[in-house]
């Protein structure tokens, strides 16, 4: 058994002769926290919504928990979902809202079910006002609550902090991490990318539909980090050089050349000056920072739109 | 299945809108009767409205077109489905196993207790109107009011699963309205029996729901009986298969 929870092979959704999502291969593990980057129209939704069940592909392959999945197979119950709106009834209360699904799900002691989530999400106080008269952030809290309703394995959240204040930015990313220490898989879309690295453990950047690039956490932060970069003809000759003279501790070695520097308050010419001085030959010397934003646009080559 | 009834039947029960429905027909059903009081006419061979039992004046009254139970029948059927399609409460349940199934015959049997609900308002309406309007509540003929509720609680079913599926595969509110006064006005039943009238010997117009609906019928007749029968139970039968079908293969956006 693979460590993979959704496996998701050659995955192409058409509408009529619009190619949504085109080929699409991705492995999301267990305990992971994925984030889905994209425009608006990149087809991040339309890939959630294949995967939690509501829409049936045109072609390839969706595996949850090592399984094939076909129409209306048992395994997408395990998955809860936010996709695009909270799903409510605007006439009723938060707590009918739950209730409704709860008795869906034929649950047993609702009640207490329902008062548990709803303090969860910070909603308790309200569970009595009708939906219509929420703010778009209660709205999506009291969704995330109903999302959670079923205990799933994974939880699908797409674009979860539209229209959230500051405030409910930070809750719903603080229960996020929660939910996902307690062992939850959780895939989270956004456009907002500084928001989602700040939860997201692996990331995919989806463009016109198709994958453009699967990182991890670490391998991104390494493209975007603030760092200079030297490449010498002997790094082991050149570390002692920048501890001592230069008093520079945060550096990593990447290979016997390339030393990366993370002390942003040595500039590169200084340490160009010193390394040639005690006779190091200094093949070149980059600064290298990249914001998250930028690395996304240039990724996906959409830097002239932004610019226009 | 029992299940997502359970939370339909929940949603159908603290629904303020079928409430409304319900005591606005009845409302009107009272004052048609008062209306049929003032301007009664005698016409020769028939007997005069306030001279008939219920069988008779509930048969006179479905045989007019536009029927208005037809009519509210429509109007919920419509309400009560998209009202969750256009909220999107749905995706909190349809990943369930077999929830699209489901929630079709979930949503069957809900509009089988609307339509049963509406003729029990329309029976009780008519007696308190004939009483007070008519001093007359007289119900004939025990067993044939039996048979012609229930012949009539079948087609009328029959009538909203037709509405629902038509509703599922249109997705708009305002459009499935139009098409559902379209069907309650028989304009395609017209339609079926001028043709008829000009080819000749045919008789499938008889067969079409709203035709059957709305043609008085003798149910003393075992012939009739089955006819009715036949009718309500194909059209149900057809249009929730092609409903489950379609749910089945939709996309939900």
């Given amino acids: 058994m693979s460590d993979a929870i959704i496996e998701v092979n050659q995955l192409t959704k058409k509408f009529k002769s619009k190619e949504a999502l085109r080929k699409v291969d991705l492995k999301i593990n267990k305990g992971e926290i994925f984030g889905l980057i994209g425009q608006n129209g990149a087809g991040k939704s339309t890939l959630l919504k294949l995967i939690g069940g509501l829409m049936f592909p045109s072609s390839g392959e969706i595996h949850l928990f090592d399984h094939a999945m076909n129409a209306n197979h048992p395994y997408f119950e395990r998955m809860g979902l936010l996709i695009e709106n909270a799903g409510l009834f605007p006439q009723y209360s938060a707590y009918k809202n739950l209730d409704f699904v709860a008795i869906s799900y034929g649950m047993k002691d609702r009640k207490k079910h329902i008062n548990e989530l709803l303090k969860l999400v910070g909603l308790e106080s309200s569970n009595r006002t009708k939906v219509n008269n929420f703010s778009m952030g209660m709205k999506q809290r009291l969704g995330i609550a109903v999302a959670l309703l079923g205990s799933p394995d994974v939880l699908i959240l797409d674009e979860p902090i539209n229209g959230l204040d500051p405030q409910g930015i930070s809750e719903v990313r603080k229960l996020i991490l929660d939910l996902n220490k307690s062992g939850m898989t959780i895939i989270i879309s956004s456009h907002i990318l500084e928001e989602l690295s700040k939860v997201a453990t692996k990331y995919a950047i989806l463009h016109h539909g198709e994958i453009v690039e699967i990182s991890s956490k670490e391998e991104l932060m390494l493209k975007c980090e603030e760092r200079i970069e030297v490449e010498v003809d002997n790094a082991g000759l050149a570390v002692p050089i920048l501890e001592n003279d230069l008093h520079i501790m945060n550096y990593k070695v990447m290979d016997d050349q390339m030393i990366f520097v993370y002390d942003s308050r040595k500039e590169s010419h200084q340490i160009n000056t010193v390394l040639v001085e005690r006779g190091i030959s200094v093949h070149s010397i980059t600064k290298h920072k990249q914001s998250l934003e930028q690395y996304f646009l240039n990724r996906t080559g959409s830097e002239g739109d932004i610019n226009d | 299945m029992i299940n997502l009834f359970k939370m339909d039947l929940h949603r159908f029960l603290t629904n303020k809108m079928m409430y409304i429905l319900l005591m606005i027909y009845s409302a009107f059903q009272i004052f048609g009767i008062f209306m049929g009081k003032k301007y009664e006419q005698p016409v020769e061979g028939e007997t005069l409205m306030s001279a008939m039992n219920e069988s008779q004046f509930i048969q006179t009254i479905l045989s007019q077109t536009p029927s208005w139970v037809m009519m509210y029948i429509t109007v919920f059927s419509v309400y009560f489905y998209m009202s969750e399609y256009n909220s ?29 609900f509406m003729l029990i308002v329309m029976i009780i309406s008519d007696l308190i109107g004939r009483a007070i309007f008519f001093h007359n509540t007289t119900i004939g003929d025990l067993g044939f009011f039996v048979k012609l509720i229930i012949g009539q609680f079948l087609l009328h079913w029959a009538f909203s699963i037709v509405i629902l599926c038509l509703t599922m595969m249109i997705k708009s509110m305002i459009a499935s309205i139009v098409i559902g006064i379209v069907l ?53 039968v057809l249009f929730s298969l092609l409903a489950i079908r379609y749910k089945l293969k939709e996309d939900l956006r």
Avoid at chain 2, 88 to 111: D, E
Avoid at chain 2, 201 to 229: C, G, P, Q, W
């Fill in chain 2, 184 to 236: 309650v006005l028989n304009v395609f039943g017209m339609v079926a029996g001028a043709l008829e009238s000009l080819i000749g010997n045919s008789n499938f117009s008889s067969y079409l729901l709203v035709n059957t609906i709305i043609r008085i019928k003798d149910f003393n007749d075992m012939n009739e009986t089955i006819h009715v029968a036949s009718v309500a139970i194909i059209f149900m």
């Fill in chain 2, 88 to 116: 999107g409460f749905y995706k909190n349940y349809i990943s369930m196993n077999n929830a699209r199934i489901h929630s079709v015959l979930s949503k069957i049997l809900t509009l089988g207790l609307f339509t049963l």
